[in-house]
């Protein structure tokens, strides 16, 4: 980074840079970054060392390949707003007030996110819990004239995860819309809080099931960080093959998605036996249909054979390819996805998405070729972008990244693929690891104590990010049955969101 | 659509667990007999979150695909569990989301049935603590468990046809006659329960 000098950055680990603040340096330090094209808010959380809050604010300098991380102490009236000079911090400034009582300056609103109406002071947390004198300070909705809000959920369609949409409508447009996902929280943070990183990995593969492998890559490279031990090429090539194949199912599923969302059966069946096929791919190839307990932290645990990818890879995604060929050439499918849960580059870069969310949105963004790891550092990686930021963007860019997957597995297979996991040594300290999973950039950061237990694992799966650009998308000159459409091609999980 | 419709008091005895899940063909065999039995074709799912890793989900919406193609056996999904027999329950029974999980279960008509998919309303994914029941057994009566963490769509069919001999079995507890109570207290006036209307 040019300015690095100027902004005292200490390197934390390979990619990383890090820098303590003072409290009252935090405001500058953030504007300072607001004016920096390249700089992508990527993450914000809390963490308690040493019986302090710390709060983290993770920006990625994705032209640099580096990540910049800031770090200060929250003590007393917390930090200053940092969402009225970033925007993308907003989710997570309600999520620190949430966990650790500690709300920005200023009396700002915030919003609910996962802990539920009716939880009282005694609610598990991360940290400490809001003070019990101070009025919520979550933002009351008011709904009136023309509008009114229709509730939807959180039981919704048949095989849907669970989460309410407050759909504010004057009958058929959607005027806003916003998301209620404290159904689903788990508390998975919590949960990895004492672990070793073997037994916490079970829990992280299901932060997000649909995303086990990205995730737990992320985490596994923290992990491995701290331990000084990376794993050796061969096996680090077998979890880029597990990646991809997961990129792939989870492609094919949205797009199956996609066919149903609009109603077309037949495509939809194609797409489908298409995803059957891939799963089944998946079981042959690593012994399970979604990936678990493929990664481990020091190695993976199995090695694919390559002549099961090579002649069961190929023939599935040809004809996946034919079923998106046919779907291109349908009118009925094509004039439902243009124009359609438009996201403009502009919002794409304010509120820091990744992934095809971003990349339909014209931002050129992809953890594994802007911040290489493993076998993604000798790896050419076309990154499809499209500018529209419509449904059709989003799926062209998927359908870009199959065929992407394809070659990388065919380059991976053919360098040799192992297995293997080592034992890692239980040291203690903090690292970040990264991932770019099916639905972008997947980040893990990890502190481990001298017995090498977690005393911290933050996991931020790309929904997380992603969700709070879907009442954008769905605002913008659109009706109810867009809904379903939009939000099966951001394909994100609510379990990734909530947690 | 040989057999005569009428309602088995005791599970049939084509209704034995798999011993090899592999047998697809059988199991469809089966499970199409089994429902053609007892509910003429018109089994009907409805299925609810309570805090899955999406997986679960994602091998559900599979069952509908082409290669499992639940449909053809007379089992159909549906959104309102007004019209359901089946439940189909993943996650960990989030205690945040107990309400909605109470209205549901209620909103749906006597005999009805619960099917726990997965490991984690098995309990064996998340303990019970002050956010998850852990075990769906302590909000609800279950009455299959299919294991798995994902069970796998053949998983999930083999589930559904222990089920349908399970339901079998309530249905033939039932009284269908006006006002009279069952073997188990639940009224059931036939034509229209208290909480159908």
Known sequence: MNGEGALGLGVAQAGVSERALAREQVEDQVKTMAGVPEARLADFFGSIEDGQLVIRLLYGLDRSQEYVMLTWPARGTGYPPLSDVAPAAFVEECEIFEQFGVSPGGGKTLNRLVIPPHADHDFPRLGEAPARDRPPPHAPHHVSGEAFEFPFGPVRAVAQES????????????????????????????????????????????????????????????????????????????????????????????????????????????????????????????????????????????????????????????????????????????????????????????????????????????????????????????????????????????????????????????????????????????????????????????????????????????????????????????????????????????????? | MSESPTLPTSPPANLRLLDDERDERAAARRLREAAVAIFGRSLHIRTIDTGSCAVCESEIRLLAAPHYDLHRLGLFFTPSPRHADVLLVTGPAVRAFDPALMKTYHAMPEPKLVVAVGACPLGGVYGEDELVHGRLENVLPVDVFIPGCPPSPLALLHGLLVAVGRLAEKAGELSFIEGTNDSRGTTTSGAMPEDRR
């Not at chain 1, 239980?426 to 005393?455: I, N, Y």
């Open chain 1, 163 to 499: 989460l309410y949409i407050g759909l504010v409508t004057s009958g058929e447009e959607v005027i806003d819309l916003y998301l209620l996902q404290w159904h689903k929280h788990r508390g998975i943070e919590r949960r990895l809080q004492e672990r070793l990183p073997d037994e916490a990995l079970f829990i992280v593969e299901r932060a997000e099931g649909l995303s086990a492998v990205a995730n737990s890559w992320a985490f596994c490279r923290a992990v491995e960080t701290v331990a000084d031990a990376r794993p050796p090429p061969a096996v680090e090539r077998s979890r880029a093959v597990a990646l991809e194949l997961e990129r792939c199912y989870n492609h094919a599923a949205a797009i199956a998605a996609l066919c149903q969302a609009t109603g077309l059966s037949v495509g939809q069946a194609q797409a489908e036996i298409a995803l059957e096929k891939l799963l089944r791919l998946n079981a042959a190839a690593f012994g399970h249909r979604y990936l678990f307990g493929v990664l481990a932290p020091g190695g993976v645990r199995t090695a694919p054979d390559g002549a099961v990818l090579e002649s069961g890879l190929g023939p599935v995604l040809d004809e996946l390819r034919e079923v998106v060929e046919s779907l291109w050439s349908t009118n009925s499918f094509v004039d439902r996805l243009e124009s359609c849960g438009v996201v403009t580059p502009d919002e794409a870069a304010r509120l820091g998405l990744v992934g095809p969310v971003a990349r339909a949105s014209g931002q050129s963004i992809d953890t594994r070729r802007d911040h290489p790891f493993g076998p993604f550092a000798e790896l050419e990686l076309d990154v499809p972008v499209r500018s529209t930021g419509d449904v059709m963007a989003r799926m062209s860019v998927m359908v870009d990244e199959i065929e992407e997957s394809r070659r990388m597995v065919t380059e991976l297979t053919a360098a040799g693929l192992g297995a293997g996991v080592a034992d890692l040594p239980r040291v203690p300290g903090c690292a970040l690891g990264w991932c770019e999973s099916p639905r972008g950039e997947s980040l893990a950061w990890v502190r481990l104590d001298a017995e090498g237990r977690l005393r911290r694992a933050r996991i931020r799966p790309a929904s997380a990010r992603n969700w709070r650009a879907f009442d954008d998308a769905a605002r913008s000159r659109n009706v109810f049955t867009d809904i379903p459409i939009i939000e099966a091609s951001f394909w994100l999980t609510v379990a990734g969101l909530a947690r």
